[in-house]
């Protein structure tokens, strides 16, 4: 079971953020093949997100292929998001802390290796955007 | 499902509203009036038979008592007339109560069939009370009274529940137009006995037309108008006992000398006078009713008219 | 709920609404597809009571028209949340199953009791926040298919806010019924409301899918400067001692080159955007 939660200060749209939550718990395992994902009506009745956007959001992921809604019966979880090689995950890890330091090194504080981060992650997310 | 459903709002769930939102008020105020009939009677007994022990012609007093049934219509207007549809607007609720499934014009006609009926019934109460009331004058040694004076006209159920719902609409008139209950207390208090003001002074004796009497000079007054009668009009009239208005001849009794040789000089014949006779009072309670029903009626219409144009909420 | 081919619930053409001293409806023109949830914003006074309280049929426009799908049943909770003050919750509801032609009582008192309120005390008695609940229990007990709510939030705490949105949309998701929501409270609407309607001055300024009309704008962030690097309309434009931003529209996704960025549009930006645009243009 996923909870939803959305980042209403967030400028990402509503749908994109439940999306992308069921997306992460593809990612990390917590959902897989063949799980049936809450009902819209569930989600509604514990996240308190307009149905229409539960819709909008599975709607989304079902023309993603991760998705599909079988008549009558729900949403189930047809594809998985391959988790991440451990491998790559500890590299891309090293390369973090490397750059971490330098950050640090260089006179950032947290907050603004945080504001940076944030700034190359929304532009991305920009171009999420349909 | 615990859904109900029905194809249309009736009377019967629109006088129920009504009852449960007046409910309280409605029970003080019958009760009140209630007590205050009883009261009344039991206390016009001793008093009657304490009055006549002192041969006090207190008719009067008991008049005043028999204004209760006033009293009672000015109440009605006041404070279940004005507030009904005042209280909605400043309180907001009509926004809840006409919200529903029913208009404000429907809604209107329950409140006012509700309250309207109630009224009637305790403005008749009243009536009735002060008839019995007045009835016993005539055992205090007064052979007669003034049917056509304040408080002894208006002792009759007839005319009480026309003026109760004349009042009680005015007040809902004015409320619906004023939308402030205070003010619509106000004009509505100040209307009605304006309008009461009105028709006993001018209107009343225009009822129907006068009875005529004449009588051509002579040494000896006779009393052209009955004591019981209300008069209307009088004076000098020509041979044909046509009225000759009021003229100036100045023969104003100067000097001590009798003016009628001078009145006969400018052809009047005699005196004339005319009067609404005491016999009429049952009848002339009804046409008065009537008026008032007429004008409670065009009220409520305006009320309906003006809830149903919504220009403002 | 399948794949939802959107009907049209509301569609507003013209409609004006004028008082003795000012106007509170100017032209006004939209369409609300069924099933929406609709936010109504708008500074004070910018025509969000009077265009609610003409959709309850409460009010009779001076010019314009709308419709309702055939057989819309509409609720509406005004702004002053008005229950008789002598009668208790339970009463209240009494009143509401009587006025109303279908009625719900299990849900209408379900709604009351979720909340804790009191079902016999005096509505007199009660808090701003409980009279609320109760006027939106007697809405949920008569089953709308339009839901009218004109800030039916402000008298609440903020736990409260959540739990009452999320209820509500509950309510809404089971039922299918459009919601008009009038609030001042732009940032709690994110995920609660998926169409806007943005009022300024009895105007209609905006209006539209919410995912849609954000994803045609975009912030556009950087050095101060007199002109955005972005083309397309400026709606809006800020300038600080070191930063310019600007609010512009455009179809696609623009790409900036550094120093610049590009940020997506939240609703709070936008609509503060717009309203503070509209002002600016007051004064000009």
């Not at chain 3, 849609?212 to 001692?241: C, F, I, T, Y």
Request: aromatic fraction near 8%; glycine fraction near 10%; hydrophobic fraction near 45%.
């Amino acid at each position: 079971m996923v909870e939803f939660r959305i980042d209403k200060a967030s400028g990402l749209p509503a749908y994109l953020q439940l999306a992308r939550q069921v997306r992460e718990a593809l990612r990390l395992g917590w959902l897989k093949p063949g799980d049936r994902l809450p009902t819209v009506r569930d989600v509604v009745a514990t996240s308190g997100v307009n149905a229409n956007t539960v819709l909008k959001a599975y709607r989304e992921l079902e023309r993603a292929g991760l998705l599909e809604a079988r008549q009558g019966s729900g949403t189930f979880v047809k594809a998985t998001l391959g988790s991440v090689d451990p491998e790559v995950m500890d590299r891309l890890r090293a390369k973090l802390v490397d750059w971490v330091d330098e950050a640090r090194a260089a006179g950032l504080e947290n907050e603004d290796i945080d504001a940076l981060v944030g700034s190359v992650l929304t532009e991305g997310e920009r171009i999420e955007v349909p | 499902m615990t859904t109900v459903t029905k194809t249309r709002v009736g009377g019967g769930d629109l006088l129920w509203v009504a009852w449960r939102t007046h409910r309280t008020s409605i029970l003080v105020t019958s009760g009140l009036v209630a007590l205050a009939a009883v009261g009344m009677a039991v206390v016009s007994r001793y008093f009657v038979a304490w009055a006549s022990s002192l041969n006090y012609p207190t008719y009067r007093v008991l008049e005043q008592f028999s204004s209760i049934g006033l009293l009672f219509a000015l109440a009605a207007g006041m404070f279940w007339g004005a507030p009904l549809v005042a209280r909605e607007y400043e309180l907001r609720t009509h926004l809840l109560a006409w919200g529903q499934d029913v208009s404000a014009s429907r809604w209107l006609a329950g409140q006012v069939a509700l309250l309207g009926a109630v009224t009637a019934c305790l403005a008749a109460l009243a009536g009735v009370v002060s008839g019995v009331m007045l009835e016993r004058v005539p055992k205090m040694g007064v052979d007669t009274i003034r049917v056509f004076e304040r408080n002894v006209f208006e002792a009759a159920p007839q005319v009480q529940v026309g003026c109760a719902l004349f009042a009680f609409a005015l007040g809902v008139a004015v409320g619906a137009l004023t939308r402030r209950t205070l003010p619509a207390m106000a004009i509505t208090g100040i209307g009605f006995l304006g309008v009461g003001e009105v028709l006993a002074r001018w209107g009343r004796e225009h009822y129907l037309p006068p009875v005529r009497s004449f009588e051509a000079w002579s040494p000896v007054h006779h009393p052209l108008v009955p004591f019981t009668a209300l008069p209307v009009d009088s004076g000098y009239a020509d041979a044909n006992g046509v009225p000759m208005g009021d003229q100036d001849w100045g023969c104003g009794g100067r000097n001590g000398i009798e003016p009628v040789e001078c009145l006969r000089a400018h052809g009047a014949a005699g005196r004339y006078a005319d009067y609404q006779p005491a016999e009429r009072v049952e009848l002339f309670r009804w046409i008065e009713s009537g008026i008032f029903l007429v004008l409670a009626a065009g009220l409520l219409l305006l009320a309906w008219y003006w809830l149903r144009r919504a220009r403002r909420v | 709920m399948t794949a939802v081919v959107e009907t049209a619930g509301i569609a507003v053409r013209g409609l004006g609404k004028g008082y003795r001293s000012s106007v509170a409806l100017r032209d006004c023109t939209f369409d609300l597809p069924a099933g929406r949830v609709a936010a109504l914003v708008g500074a004070n006074g910018a025509g969000k009571t009077t265009l609610l309280t003409v959709l309850s049929g409460l009010l009779r426009p001076d010019a314009g028209e709308f419709t309702l799908r055939p057989g819309e049943r509409v609720a509406f909770v005004a702004q002053e949340k008005p229950v008789y003050k002598h009668l208790t919750p339970r009463v209240v509801l009494q009143l509401a199953a009587r006025l109303n032609l279908v009625w719900d009582q299990a849900r209408a008192q379900a709604w009351l009791e979720r909340f804790d309120i009191p079902l016999d005390r005096r509505c007199g008695q009660l808090s701003g926040g409980q009279r609320t609940q109760v006027a939106l229990a007697v809405a949920i007990g008569s089953r709308p298919t339009l839901l009218l709510l004109d800030e039916p939030l402000a008298d609440l705490d903020p736990l409260a806010r959540t739990e009452v949105m999320r209820d509500l949309l509950s309510e809404v998701a089971d039922s299918g019924a459009t919601v008009v929501m009038s609030t001042h409270i732009v940032t709690e609407l994110s995920g609660v409301v998926d169409h806007l309607l943005l009022l300024a001055h009895g105007t209609l300024l905006a209006d539209g899918d919410l995912d849609e009309l954000l994803a045609a704008h975009v912030m556009v962030v950087g050095p101060r400067a007199q002109e955005s690097p972005v083309r397309g309309e400026v709606l809006w434009d800020k300038h600080l001692d070191g930063q310019s931003l600007f609010l512009v529209r455009t179809p696609t996704t623009p790409v900036v080159s550094a120093p610049w960025v590009v940020r997506p549009v939240s609703l709070e930006d936008y609509v503060l955007a717009l309203l503070s645009a509209t002002r600016k243009g007051d004064v000009a």
